[in-house]
């Protein structure tokens, strides 16, 4: 067994020196400052809650370790390495749902400057041309449609109204992709962690079982079961790493394809889930959800045009007046003549009766619409909310006691283990139970950073790092 205790004491220095114990007496990072959309920089603060900052309780391989497990990079372009605020500003030039939704903003820009334009005028003879020798009489006239009731500045200033709501779409649109971007990049940064944890485990569980391999076929001091355990526990951490390569380029390809950009699959993505994330107060969060998100100021834009349509349809019932002159002459002199024509449809039966009710139906429908979205925004606020603060707190609770009450078992362990207290497979058992409790402390922070993520994108915030 002095074979065994020397890899195991190995592995216990290993693990006592880890950046986690060094880390766990020192001040923990200020929380980022968040910052809104057209709005100036404040810090979001959540009263009594600990920020889960922690480091990895392995320390990382050096940047040349790993490679046979590492993405095939393609070797005629050059790795880069992105962070996320690079990621972010790529996604915000180059992704083609915010290039179509700012097509569309410059459609409906068009579409606003047509709707304001005037009639133009028309050529029109109001009489027939007549071709008769020299009783020919020839006409030539104009007649231009005069709007009345400010037709034209209605309907120019109900797509105005249009061009906002494809502007705030733009703004919804974006933050949904940078809400999607930002919970992948964390996704890949647990991936990556998790890689490296399970690295160092299969390490582990590979050097035990040769290691109980040799005492059993030398002086037999393990028997063949407990050498089918150490096997079993090696192949299903090798599994568990196979399993998280296979996970870990999913998520550099479901990264690269929010970006915009399916060729920096291959490349570097640098950060850390142990950093601190930000945090926001959940009234600000509801005042601004129920007020000044896109969601809710698309809505309000509705109600504004349709007060406008209303007017308009209120407007359609008085007649355009179409007035034009025009002038008559023949080959034989004395023919010419000059009119003036006067054109307009009585209101008598359709005074737009239907398109008056219609629009009135509209604009109380969208109304109603702004209390819907208002709510369902909060709703969203409290769910979202309520996540992030409870793996918050799961998060904050295996920082503070479980992974320090893990630590000390392992201590523990290994004493009784160098006293000839503890059997080998006990050993093993507390080893794998202090990474397992690092595993799950990363599933943690996973969720802590995806929940801020989506917090992020409710607050609509530009910086989330």
């Not at 320390?59 to 972010?88: C, N, Y």
């Not at 179409?322 to 023949?330: K, V």
């Amino acid at each position: 067994m002095n074979h065994t205790r020397f890899e195991l004491r190995s592995l216990v220095t290993l693990l006592l020196c880890s950046p986690w114990l060094a880390s766990a007496a020192e001040p923990r990072d200020a929380a980022p400052t968040v910052k809104r959309a057209g709005q100036r920089s404040q810090i979001i603060q959540v009263r009594n809650e600990e920020v889960p900052a922690a480091a990895p309780i392995v320390e990382a391989p050096k940047a040349d370790a790993d490679l046979s497990l590492d993405p095939i990079s393609d070797e005629s372009r050059s790795v880069r390495t992105w962070r996320l605020a690079e990621l972010q500003a790529v996604a915000d030039t180059i992704h083609p749902l915010l290039q179509r939704d700012r097509a569309k903003i410059d459609s409906a820009r068009g579409d606003a400057l047509q709707a304001g334009l005037y009639p133009n005028p028309k050529f029109d003879t109001n009489n027939p041309q007549v071709f008769n020798g020299q009783n020919t009489l020839l006409n030539a006239g104009i007649q231009q449609e005069f709007v009345v009731k400010g037709k034209k500045r209605l309907d120019r200033a109900a797509a105005v109204k249009v061009v906002q709501q494809n502007e705030f779409a733009y703004v919804q649109d974006r933050f949904g992709l940078l809400t999607a971007l930002r919970q992948q990049y964390y996704v890949l940064l647990a991936a990556q962690r998790r890689l490296k944890v399970l690295q160092k485990l299969q390490e582990i569980t590979a050097s035990s079982l040769a290691t109980g391999k040799e005492q059993e076929r030398g002086a037999g001091e393990l028997a063949h079961i407990d050498v089918l355990i150490l096997q079993i526990d090696n192949q299903r951490v090798q599994a568990d790493l196979e399993n998280t390569l296979r996970l870990q380029r999913g998520a550099r390809k479901q990264l690269a394809t929010l970006v915009g950009d399916p060729s920096i699959s291959d490349d570097q993505f640098e950060g850390s889930i142990y950093d601190a994330p930000p945090q926001y107060d959940e009234k600000i969060l509801n005042e601004f959800a129920a007020a000044n998100s896109a969601y809710v100021q698309i809505a309000k834009l509705d109600v504004e045009r349709n007060e406008i349509l209303l007017k308009r349809a209120v407007a359609e019932p008085y007649p355009n007046v179409t007035l034009g002159p025009a002038y008559q002459w023949g080959l034989v002199q004395g023919g010419e003549q000059f009119w003036l024509t006067v054109t307009f449809p009585i209101p008598t039966w359709d005074r737009n009766q239907g398109g008056i009710q219609s629009a009135t139906a509209d604009l109380a429908g969208s109304r109603k619409n702004v209390e819907a979205v208002q709510l369902e925004q909060l709703r969203r606020v409290a769910d979202a909310y309520s996540r992030h603060r409870a793996v918050r707190a799961q998060a904050a609770k295996y920082r503070k006691d479980i992974i320090p009450n893990a630590m000390n078992a392992f201590k523990l362990a290994k004493k009784g283990f160098e006293k000839g207290e503890w059997d080998f497979i006990r050993y093993l058992q507390v080893q794998r139970t202090v990474v397992d409790t690092n595993m799950a402390y990363i599933d943690l922070l996973e969720n802590v950073w995806t929940t801020a993520a989506e917090l992020s994108g409710l607050l609509q915030v530009e910086d989330f790092e």
